[in-house]
């Protein structure tokens, strides 16, 4: 994120249950001081491209506890993020399974990777069917 400008990089990877990457996204978005509202935009993001894919079932890993709370129905909060949670919960309508879980930050590597490549694309990048080859190395080493 660069504070100074107040942008933040949002980052996705999507992967199936074998662990196999099928699609990956990067995006920037306003930061107003709210790293918790940077994690629920990119959950936002990661269940259009999860859809975009055919993904019904989904897992979103994050590490703002805060966030996975919030999704779970497990807090209420009138914080500015209810706004970005709601449509979450509006969209979780769109999946038969759907299930947030705290994630601690040294597991999420390549998603700060990501985010912090976008940074300097500042647009939307996508990738469904053919993941770039340096992407798909870091993705790989890092799940062993």
Known sequence: MDAKKQVAGLAVVIRDWERNCV???INTTRFFGNVAMTQAATIEIGM?????????????E???????????????SM?????????????????????????PR?????AHFL???VLQKKEIV????????????LISSSSM
């Open 23 to 25: 699609a990956a996204a």
């Open 48 to 60: 259009q491209v999860a859809l975009s894919v055919g993904g019904y079932s989904v897992l979103f």
């Open 62 to 76: 994050s590490d703002s506890h805060e966030v996975v709370e919030l999704v779970n129905n497990r807090t209420n």
């Open 79 to 103: 914080s500015k993020i209810i706004w970005v949670i709601f449509e979450i919960l509006e969209k979780k309508k769109n999946f038969q399974n759907f299930k947030a879980q705290h994630t």
């Open 106 to 110: 040294s597991c999420n590597g390549i």
């Open 115 to 117: 985010a912090k490549l």
């Open 126 to 137: 996508i990738w469904l069917d053919e993941i770039p080859t340096d992407i798909l190395y």
